[in-house]
């Protein structure tokens, strides 16, 4: 099964985007779908994102976790930008990675972007430290232990 279908899950996800993008069923746009669903994943997934997750629970209870994050720093970003000026206080700053595995650090960045309020600027070329623009930053030992504690630590479970 895998030899055809290498990657079942982000195929089917694709075939499902392309109908709902499309919005028909026709027979010529299930065709296109189905094979661009199989397709695309053979080409652009690398061999190394196949291996499953050590620990799939911890992954959904990480979704979880940012799902919350996402909602909850929306609400602190929608006060902040719509309050007096002195309430933000944007900044950068260095954190540095445990993580090694290349998918557990590109989920990191896109975890810390997705995230209102703050923004992943730059990753170190040896992949050592995430350079982290944030709309405020008070305490900037406090914000990268925060990302550490909820983010890398689980996605060092989940990936290494």
């Known amino acids: 099964m895998t030899r055809w279908l290498p990657a079942p899950i982000v195929t089917a996800t694709l075939f499902v985007l392309w109908l709902l993008l499309t919005g028909s069923v026709a ?47 929306n609400v602190d970003v ?41 923004l992943t600027a730059d990753i170190a070329p040896d992949r050592s430290h995430l350079v982290v623009h944030a709309l405020h930053v008070t305490d900037p030992e406090a914000l990268v232990a925060d990302i550490k504690a909820r983010y890398e630590a689980p996605l060092k479970e989940i990936f290494e």
Do not use: N, Q, Y
């Open 27 to 73: 027979a010529g746009h299930l065709l296109l779908g189905a094979f661009l669903a199989w397709v695309l994943p053979r080409v652009f997934v690398p061999s190394t994102a196949r291996r499953p997750l050590k620990r799939p629970g911890k992954a959904v209870a990480l979704g979880l976790v940012v799902l919350r994050d996402i909602v909850v720093s």
């Open 78 to 118: 929608a006060r902040r930008i719509l309050g007096p000026e002195r309430a933000l206080a944007p900044g950068f700053v260095r954190v540095p990675l445990a993580i090694s595995d290349p998918r557990a650090i590109a989920a990191l960045a896109s975890i810390i972007t997705m995230t209102p309020g703050t």
